[in-house]
């Protein structure tokens, strides 16, 4: 069996960054939410099967994670400055 399993891990990084986002919902950080959102959603679109999405699965997972790192990187830049 191999060591790497990336549905597995994929499933499990989809899980914190829903969590992520539930705990942002308490913070009222509208980005904060939407960003982690993103990244759950991209995560857990690139380990469902490709029949639940069609054939654009791959295309719509990256998208969405570009998404979610652009607002991640312009979130923190903002608060470092």
């Known amino acids: 069996m191999p060591l790497y399993r990336p549905s597995v891990f994929g499933a499990i990084a989809s899980a914190i960054f829903f ?3 539930l ?10 939410v939407l960003t982690w959102a993103l990244l759950g959603i991209a995560f857990a679109i690139s380990v469902a099967p490709q029949r639940a999405f069609g054939s654009r699965t791959s295309l719509v997972a990256g998208g969405t994670l570009a998404v979610g790192t652009i607002l991640f990187v312009l979130d923190a830049a903002e608060k470092l400055t």
């Open 23 to 32: 705990i942002a919902i308490t913070d009222k950080e509208w980005v904060d």
């Open 19 to 21: 969590v992520l986002a």
